[in-house]
């Protein structure tokens, strides 16, 4: 069971709310002898960290995480991994509007109507501060994986302004506030975004994942294939409405020829001339590229006022200010990249369990393409 | 873990091969006291079965359930139901070939490169043979959750021809083999489809999902969210390789307000103005509608040959000729529906686990829609 | 979750009733290119099956096994392994009583506290019949664990009649209808059963199971101990109340000193002194021959008439006539050793998942010893 | 999977070495809505604290839990509730020999032999400190199942001094430092104990639980059994090498008609004539008292010095001064409890999931009966 864990093998537990005293997860199943200290943690959670740029949330939290067991002398032990990363501005604030109306597009009235109570303050277990938890394991999950494997994430579109794959440069991704691989789509998003939250609205946005190095033959035949492992861990963060796998939706479009990814011999290797099945056939890892996408939704947390309910069953209007990202979407990034990191991470534990001495056939794995 | 297992507490583990002497599943948890024959389990078979049109494989498959275990008199037990059927039609064949060459698309390769082997006989294990048990799982899954609950698939998209929403009608999905809610979507396809057939081609389609009926307060929080295990569902799927939830991938190019589902009171119950959340926030149902859509890639057998490989490493061309559905999509719906069953049987009786005494909210859910 | 499920990697479920058409079990996990027939199960299935000498039930079972997925020419594929095998000898009789009335001792009553109705056919789902499948798994497991794991079982004692340990001859088990490492102990029982049986008795029974070759390592620090699953592995078996580890509960009327397993090199290995600790310290193998026991009650179906209820709640008086192992010890023997084949291949796979590149410091075992 | 979770509705997973900055667990699945602060979880810490008497080690800590997460305005949210303990009393310490040398008994050379390293001070994850998050998980547990259930704990052996059944009296477990329910045998093991002391030695120990006002029904028939879970936990717990339920291993000397606990009806009820069963039948609770015992092991870390070895593969000699309990199982009572609560909470939820409306037939539960 798995309300609040994550993996199998390699397997996140995270704890938490926004405003409680701290949060946190626990990784177990970790290789012992990887070397590991909080600094191969921190400049992870840095990237995803609120208050960087004016296009985030302003609540200013370091982030700063603490290895509280299952590292001893600088390297894992095999035992679970404790990661704490204190609250620290929790703002004092007048919580009795949220704590009696519903606002659209938030959890707060499942939460009342699964369990008949919710921590209301900040959103409580439905915050996104629990996504700083993925990106701390998301970081241990990559020391398992090793340096072959490089996991990388940028948004392709924010609202409806999508990037041109032309101008694709994973360079660039780290020289503007929205992790795009697009110079000039950044530019043309820091204008959308500006106005955007000048009125006091949101916008979606779609990210893209991209693993590479992924040794082939991870993965399970049915239910417990690569890619809907991926599906359902990238579904599972906060807002996100889709997810595909190499060509998604745009696959239904295509016919069978256009769809298929034909190989041919390199020297004594196998390479692919596409990647339409996003380096994953069968459920099990092909050894190209692993590309995912997800569809993050606009931001719940508007000022524009709107009508909702009360939770004592009244109308009333809800508008909700405050310390807010605009695009959610912009921060997801990295938390895809974690939630692709653990998958992948236990999905090479599951693997060599069953396949200790598994690959005969050697591929030659070619870059990532979408169409 | 789950190679082969699926949900938790209602628990489905899968077996079998194409050209094996049967295919089956166990449902383990189901509750007792449920009437249950193999007559409730049959016609949801039925309507999967390949050789119904000729839109669909040949192979002749009677696919008649067996109940061997876990009903007594009539009534389920609470022990674990064994559901088998044999094959029939394992058409004799000359594997040669394909034991040889690896077809794209298929799962041919990643079988060799993660088990060192495999039974290339129709697909062996990677067959969509396998969702027939998927099937017969989610007719026990649709007892559990009972007729107030509503599960109905359809087919909205073959190719690049997507149906017109406004001309959704349940009552033709029965009336047509695509299980097209537009009836005139439908005379369009069938000339679409037959044109790609004789090219030697195949198509991708679009299926979406709607759930009635269902409680609020299924799912959890973090990695239990309902949305989470849908995705998951449906993306272990054969040939599935994009889902979404509600608005999905539109959910991006919205504002906040758009893309709200704002809330008022009819009468002592909440009412939502709009479903873009597919009844679905914070990962626990809402009360509205669940609706999810996924994305099949065209049918990776085709006739047209295109370049490969051999399993010795030598560069070969492959067609595959035989008896394969054109748009594996149509038939993906019931696998669909099934599959959503078995999310909801799992989480009813997860919630009803951790919450027996649950709801103190009443909604008033309203039909399910697009935008 | 694990109703009927065993294992986490090397993962069994089983199904099935006494009295329905057919039991099996679904084996997932399994490593690929493994060699396996019906005719390296069946041995097993023999060794258990009933009807084999006067001292147990004369229903005749012959069990034979049937393949039905996870096997192609004759390895295994690593997808999931169906076994089957069929009841032959349900034996038409009048379920009147049995249907009514609670038979001490057995599952009766608690099945329909916790289900509200039950197969009373022959104990149904509680039969011990079920173990058949356990013993099929069981087999696999062997194969996993290879030729350097050897698991073998023996009956320690008889009612009140225990063997005598410096006895002890292996070869003797095969010998005996009892399991017995101790011919004369095996004569003595001989005796005591026929009085018991001819008394409409009675007993119970204690065996003891050594897996000698097992590799060091295997097991997990805290709730994934080797020692803990294999206890609740054993407990998991029918009409057992106890399990031991090595000294086992002798261990609490020991000192330090006594209890102790000192260590000393051989060469460039390691030696125990002793082998109290069975095998296994902080839940993880040493590389000693593990060694566990169990204890198994007397068989509740006794001629002897007692007082009992009725489903309807009235007083009356219960004797099961009919065909009963009068010491359900006896068949236990080969389960037992069936269910720690399938611990040691579960924690194999674990252990290489987590610890690809283990061990550092080789074992020099020692055989087992007592004290 | 679960290297160091345990449960699966009502999960604990447990973090934290004995010499690293904190210690804790996170309680997932625990029911909303239940009252509980720190000081319901405090005073069973208390009872499992060292330094409380001379028979105990000296280790001085507080164990003062924090709770973290999981609880607002004093009630659980349904969400996961973190637990914390700081290590306050990490004696500073020259670990060299220990780092070096094996201790016979202990886990330094498994954990080496599994990870190829180990946090070597204080035993590191294998002290039994990890066992006062069992505790605090358990308190949780208590209050889950709620007052109807009471669970207690007693040691019945110190060493070969057995106590005397008829002089049974729970009111005399808190007035002495052993939970013994004997007066006269907490007297002659006092002296017993302080000559073991003195002696530079160690002793094992019995211990018994009692868990009244169990519903009936919990369990279920294979592989999650009650009783086989129960086992499987405490068997679990640092230094057991046994466990029973109701008769144990005396049930393998009794006949059938000795074993069987007969029914008769009281009014509308069912009354047991006795509980060999120790409250189990089938794997299901029957509504008796649930008995189980375990057997403790004498403390490995005893003065007397012997043989051993070192990592680098030298014969050495090693005696285990510091601050030790020269009888584990005293402190072993709580923790024995914790587990049981644990199971058994855990086997609440299972079972209200699959069997929401359960029971049909009132059973009387007697007082636990040993013979």
């Known amino acids: 069971m798995s309300h609040n864990s994550f993996g199998h093998l390699f397997r996140v537990t995270t704890w938490g709310e926004s405003h409680g ?4 997860c626990v990784v177990d199943g970790c290789p012992p002898g990887i070397w590991l200290t909080e600094a191969d943690i921190q400049p992870w959670l840095d990237r995803r960290r609120p208050g960087q740029s004016k296009f985030t949330t302003q609540r200013q939290e370091p982030d700063q995480v603490r290895i509280q067991s299952g590292v001893f002398e600088g390297r894992t032990t095999g035992t679970p991994i404790a990661l704490h990363i204190d609250n620290v501005d929790q703002r004092s604030k007048d919580y009795g509007p ?3 109306a519903y606002r659209p597009g938030h959890a707060d009235l499942t939460y009342d109507l699964k369990y008949g109570l919710r921590d209301y303050r900040g959103g409580g277990r439905s915050s996104a501060r629990e996504t700083a938890c993925r990106v701390a394991a998301g970081a241990v999950a990559r020391k398992v994986l090793g340096d072959g494997v490089r996991i990388r994430g940028a948004l392709v579109q924010m609202g409806p302004h999508a990037i041109d794959r032309t101008r694709w440069d994973w360079d660039a991704v780290a020289t503007n506030p929205f992790f795009s691989p697009d110079p000039e789509a950044a530019l043309e998003w820091e204008g959308f975004l500006m106005s955007v939250r000048k009125a006091g609205s949101s916008t979606g946005a779609v990210a893209e994942l991209w693993a590479e190095g992924v040794p082939p033959g991870l993965g399970a035949p049915i239910y417990g294939k690569l890619d809907a492992d991926i ?3 990238l ?17 239904a479009t295509l016919s069978g020829e256009e769809n298929a990814d034909f190989m041919h011999m390199e020297g004594d290797r196998v390479a692919f001339n596409s990647n339409h099945a996003g380096g994953i056939l069968g459920g099990i890892s092909t050894g190209q590229t692993v590309v995912a996408r997800f569809a993050v939704k606009p931001t719940s947390s508007i000022l524009t006022p709107g009508p909702s309910v009360t939770r004592a069953g009244r109308d009333t209007e809800v508008s909700t200010a405050g310390r807010h990202d605009p695009c959610v979407g912009i921060r997801a990034v990295p938390v895809g990249e974690a939630m692709l990191a653990c998958v992948l991470a236990d999905h090479l534990l599951r693997h060599r369990a069953q396949n200790p001495d598994a690959p005969v056939l050697p591929i030659l794995p070619l ?3 979408r169409t």
Do not use: R, T
């Not at 579904?235 to 696959?251: D, R, W, Y």
């Open 235 to 251: 579904m599972s963060i906060n807002a996100v409405k889709g997810v595909e796998i190499g060509a998604g939706f745009a696959a």
């Open 21 to 24: 005293p701290s949060i946190g």
């Open 98 to 100: 949220i704590a009696e």
């Open 231 to 233: 599906a359902g861990a």
């Open 367 to 369: 870059p990532a393409q």
